[in-house]
């Protein structure tokens, strides 16, 4: 079995590596879930994401900022598949204290700026609390951010 710190050092690996995942919201009995871009921003270590102001995902959030965030690698090189999906909670960002949050994102996804920039684009931020890493095995360990929730287990 992994130790905390190696399960934690997976999940920032898929945070940097990875570009693409699905974000699933919720609010009353609707849950959405759609393919994102996203920036993980080690420095603050949180996620940045990015969104049209009239969807679903933005009012779901705007509503229940919790969310899931599933990311994905196919592995080669050497390495193997796996799956992690993080909880967190979502902050949809004032456009007067996105600036920052917004050139990190579009430096990191420099063909990605109708999805990035421009006025009707909100900026949403999620902090990771707590993730679920799978392997190719089924092997399941989880993380969490909370001092008093962390543990390692195998299912």
């Known amino acids: 079995m992994k130790s905390y710190a190696d399960i934690y050092a997976d999940v920032l690996h898929l945070l940097k590596k990875e570009k693409f995942c699905s974000l699933a919201t919720s609010y009353g009995n609707n849950p ?4 994102m871009n996203f920036t993980y921003l080690a ?9 049209r102001t009239d969807t ?7 509503k229940n900022p919790s969310v899931a965030v599933l990311l994905y690698s196919l592995g080669g090189q050497g390495e193997e598949s796996r799956s992690c999906t993080l909880y967190g909670k979502a902050t949809i960002l004032p456009a007067e204290n996105d600036r920052f949050y917004r ?7 420099p063909t990605m700026g109708a999805f ?3 006025e009707n ?3 949403i931020t999620v902090r990771i609390e707590h993730a679920a890493l799978s392997d190719q095995a089924d092997h399941v360990q989880t993380w969490s951010a909370a001092p008093d929730l962390k543990h390692d287990s195998s299912t």
């Open 32 to 35: 959405h879930v759609c393919l």
């Open 43 to 51: 420095e603050e270590d949180l996620m940045i994401l990015s969104s």
């Open 56 to 62: 679903t995902k933005v009012l779901h959030m705007g």
């Open 103 to 109: 050139k990190a994102h579009h430096k990191h996804h």
């Open 116 to 118: 990035i920039m421009g």
């Open 121 to 123: 684009i909100s900026i």
